[in-house]
Structure formats: structure tokens, C-alpha cells
């Protein structure tokens, strides 16, 4: 038997609103039919993409850091950082020793990932 992992799940207060957001981030788009309590973002291709993320609202706010979170990978940490503060995110930390470089942002709803410049960790 073989079990692979083709979604993530992420809790929110608007799922449509955040799926935005992260469509717009991963350069995807969201399925239709979105609403505040519903909203996915396909996989069109697992490998090059990234798995299927599902936004589901539910009644309680996010209060505590994140167990698990995205890590994107880019060639250009800063200018991908200022594009994903431009589309919403909060910088919350930057980690800088020589060739190990990332920054943790959080989207719109506070979800902690991280942006890893490529060749890193």
C-alpha cells in the first residue's frame, strides 16, 4: 500500500479571502464556487506545484503558532518577500548566516510560513 499526500487542509475565518491570497502567492488559481466557508486551490501538476489546499471556515480565531506550515523556495529572498508583503503577508522574522537565508511571514490570517531562498537548508 502506498500513501501519499495530495492536500493540505487550512483552518480560517474566510476561506475565499485567504485562498485569494494564497493563489495569488503560489501563482495558482482558486476553484469556483468559493465562498467564506469553502474554497480550494487545485493541484494542476503535484510535482511542479505543491499539493491541492483546502480553506475551511471554522468559528474559532487562530491563537497560537502554527504545527505545521508551507516553506516556499525562490532564487530572489527579497524581492519575493516584498512581493508577498505587497499581496498581504506581515514579515515576522528574518534568519540570515551567510548561505542558509529565509524570511517567516504570516498571511492575512496570521498563518506562519516560511520564503527559502533556493539552495538553502
Do not use: Y
Not at 502567492?25 to 494542476?44: F, P, Q
Amino acid at each position: 500500500m502506498i500513501t501519499s499526500v495530495i492536500g493540505l487542509a487550512v483552518d480560517c475565518a474566510d476561506a475565499a479571502a485567504l485562498a485569494g491570497f494564497w493563489a495569488r502567492a503560489l501563482g495558482r488559481e482558486v476553484t469556483g464556487g468559493a465562498s467564506a466557508e469553502l474554497a480550494v486551490i487545485e493541484a494542476t501538476d503535484l510535482a511542479a506545484s505543491g499539493p491541492r489546499l483546502t480553506f475551511h471556515q471554522v468559528p474559532e480565531p487562530k491563537s497560537v503558532k502554527n504545527r505545521l506550515h508551507l516553506d516556499l523556495a525562490t532564487n530572489d529572498l527579497d524581492a519575493e518577500v516584498d512581493r508577498l508583503l505587497a499581496l498581504g503577508a506581515t514579515r515576522l522574522n528574518d534568519l540570515d548566516k551567510g548561505e542558509l537565508r529565509w524570511t517567516t511571514l504570516a498571511d492575512p490570517e496570521g498563518n506562519e510560513f516560511d520564503v527559502v531562498l533556493r539552495g538553502s537548508g
